[in-house]
């Protein structure tokens, strides 16, 4: 008999190999999928809540309301829909436009620049797919897949067998972990450890690329030079590279300059790739989304049919500067992701929340709309972390809506 698989949309990999066991709408067994998967994919069982100032509303009241609270709004923020579908992110820019808002994720304070480069053609990409089948040297630079992804290594970075890569990792793959600690993944890579200071990672690229070309390297935290040497060689030795972008070598950098001068460096030496560890299942479908409609991947601002770009449309300075005065929060809660000098000011502005948990956030908003579960209790597409398009069916059935339908009724309502 064939198998029944579903996709996993609990992060940016979208493991599309998941097995469950499910009896009246609930998931009792997963099968396949890591500890994260598991327990995402168990999460759905809840029937629709609709409120409006903390009291229980029907459906009808509370998008009535939230219509009001955007048409009512000189310059509504909308933000979150990293774990959202494309087709919901693609709707949410059309209200945005609509609305003349203030439209922002959270890859304005993460992996967005690093995306937007990709999507520049800055670097050299590949797939996760070529990763398993091709890889023969893994950088993992200020990240750490043991915990935030914990079936990269397994199923695509180091340990699998590929089309390419039969004998498996210690024979034909390398894995090195440049770190501001030993992290789980760091013990994996064991001798190929390289431990920085914080803030040292400019310093160690400028050092790295003066080892490919031969030169001695330095840093003013006199990293050993012949270790930097050592990697250098490895790296100048590999016939399909990769290097994984981390949150360590993004908040690390003012700008990603060093990282395209190493990445250049590297493929004048070798063949290298580059592939940003994103988190939410759809953040880089979000970047591509908006980059395809505006040409930019964050923080814009739409207005009289035009659009405009800054960090000052980031919803850190939106909030910062209080430019905004209401805010649908989609599927995030920034209330408890943001620093409070910032978040705070979302308490004095009317928030329309549409999220399958309950949040800080969601308890604190006007308006709050428990919706379903993207890939557990509704259907759709979304953008893996390397750029391929999944599409996805839902596993058991709800009474909630999606956050597609939510966004068309609000649309319909305005």
Same mark, same amino acid.
Request: glycine share 8%; net charge negative.
């Given at each position: 008999?064939?198998?029944?698989? #579903?996709?996993?949309?609990?992060?940016?990999?979208?493991?599309?190999?998941?097995?469950?066991?499910?009896?009246?709408?609930?998931?009792?067994?997963?099968?396949?999928?890591?500890?994260? %998967?598991?327990?995402?994919?168990?999460?759905?069982?809840?029937?629709?809540?609709?409120?409006?100032?903390?009291?229980?509303?029907?459906?009808?009241?509370?998008?009535?309301?939230?219509? =009001?609270?955007?048409?009512?709004?000189?310059?509504?923020?909308?933000?979150? $829909? %990293?774990?959202?579908?494309?087709?919901?992110?693609?709707?949410?820019?059309?209200?945005?436009? /609509?609305?003349?808002?203030? $439209?922002?994720?959270?890859?304005?304070?993460?992996?967005?620049?690093?995306?937007?480069? $990709?999507?520049?053609? /800055?670097?050299?990409?590949?797939?996760?797919?070529?990763?398993?089948?091709?890889?023969?040297?893994?950088?993992?630079?200020?990240?750490?897949?043991?915990?935030?992804?914990?079936?990269?290594?397994?199923?695509?970075?180091?340990?699998?067998?590929?089309?390419?890569?039969?004998? %498996?990792?210690?024979?034909?793959?390398?894995?090195?972990?440049?770190?501001?600690?030993?992290?789980?993944?760091?013990?994996?890579?064991?001798? #190929?450890?390289?431990?920085?200071?914080?803030?040292?990672? =400019?310093?160690?690229?400028?050092?790295?690329?003066?080892? $490919?070309?031969?030169?001695?390297?330095?840093?003013?935290?006199?990293?050993?030079?012949?270790?930097?040497?050592?990697?250098?060689?490895?790296?100048?030795?590999?016939?399909?590279?990769?290097?994984?972008?981390?949150?360590?070598?993004? #908040?690390?950098?003012?700008?990603?300059?060093?990282?395209?001068?190493?990445?250049?460096?590297?493929?004048?030496?070798?063949?290298?790739?580059?592939?940003?560890?994103?988190?939410?299942?759809?953040?880089?479908?979000?970047?591509?989304?908006?980059?395809?409609?505006?040409?930019?991947?964050?923080?814009?601002?739409?207005?009289?049919?035009?659009?405009?770009?800054?960090?000052? #449309?980031?919803?850190?300075?939106?909030?910062?500067?209080?430019?905004?005065?209401?805010?649908?929060?989609?599927?995030?809660?920034?209330?408890?992701?943001?620093?409070?000098?910032?978040?705070?000011?979302?308490?004095?502005?009317?928030?329309?929340?549409?999220?399958?948990?309950?949040?800080?956030?969601?308890?604190?908003?006007?308006?709050?709309?428990?919706?379903?579960?993207?890939?557990?209790?509704?259907?759709?597409?979304?953008?893996?972390?390397?750029?391929?398009?999944?599409?996805? /069916?839902?596993?058991?059935?709800?009474?909630?809506?999606?956050?597609?339908?939510?966004?068309?009724?609000?649309?319909?309502?305005?």
């Amino acid at each position: 008999m064939e198998k029944d698989y #579903y996709v996993c949309t609990g992060c940016g990999m979208l493991c599309d190999d998941i097995e469950v066991e499910s009896e009246k709408n609930i998931v009792n067994k997963v099968y396949t999928a890591c500890r994260v %998967g598991v327990a995402h994919m168990k999460e759905g069982r809840e029937s629709a809540v609709f409120r409006v100032d903390d009291k229980p509303v029907d459906e009808a009241t509370a998008i009535s309301e939230a219509a =009001a609270i955007l048409k009512n709004a000189k310059n509504p923020l909308i933000f979150g $829909l %990293g774990t959202s579908t494309n087709e919901t992110q693609k709707l949410a820019i059309e209200l945005a436009r /609509k609305t003349s808002a203030t $439209l922002d994720d959270t890859s304005s304070f993460c992996q967005g620049r690093v995306v937007e480069a $990709l999507l520049q053609n /800055k670097f050299k990409v590949c797939t996760l797919d070529d990763v398993r089948n091709k890889a023969d040297v893994t950088i993992f630079w200020g990240a750490d897949p043991s915990d935030s992804h914990p079936r990269h290594l397994s199923k695509h970075s180091y340990f699998p067998r590929g089309t390419e890569k039969q004998r %498996g990792w210690e024979e034909e793959r390398t894995a090195i972990a440049i770190d501001v600690r030993k992290s789980h993944t760091a013990k994996i890579c064991g001798n #190929y450890f390289f431990q920085i200071p914080p803030g040292g990672d =400019a310093e160690f690229i400028d050092a790295l690329i003066a080892g $490919l070309s031969g030169k001695l390297p330095k840093t003013s935290y006199n990293f050993p030079p012949k270790r930097i040497l050592e990697l250098a060689n490895i790296l100048k030795g590999a016939k399909f590279g990769v290097v994984f972008v981390g949150l360590g070598l993004v #908040y690390s950098l003012e700008n990603l300059e060093p990282l395209i001068r190493l990445m250049d460096a590297l493929n004048e030496k070798a063949n290298f790739h580059l592939i940003p560890m994103v988190g939410h299942y759809n953040m880089r479908g979000f970047n591509e989304n908006l980059f395809e409609e505006t040409g930019h991947v964050n923080s814009v601002k739409f207005e009289d049919g035009t659009v405009k770009h800054g960090p000052e #449309y980031s919803i850190v300075e939106s909030l910062k500067t209080k430019t905004v005065d209401a805010a649908l929060i989609i599927g995030s809660d920034p209330l408890s992701s943001l620093p409070r000098s910032v978040a705070k000011n979302l308490l004095e502005i009317p928030v329309i929340s549409l999220d399958p948990c309950e949040t800080l956030t969601s308890r604190s908003a006007k308006v709050y709309i428990n919706t379903a579960i993207s890939g557990v209790e509704s259907g759709g597409s979304a953008t893996r972390m390397d750029g391929v398009k999944v599409n996805f /069916k839902p596993v058991v059935e709800t009474t909630r809506l999606s956050d597609e339908a939510v966004l068309k009724k609000i649309m319909e309502a305005l």
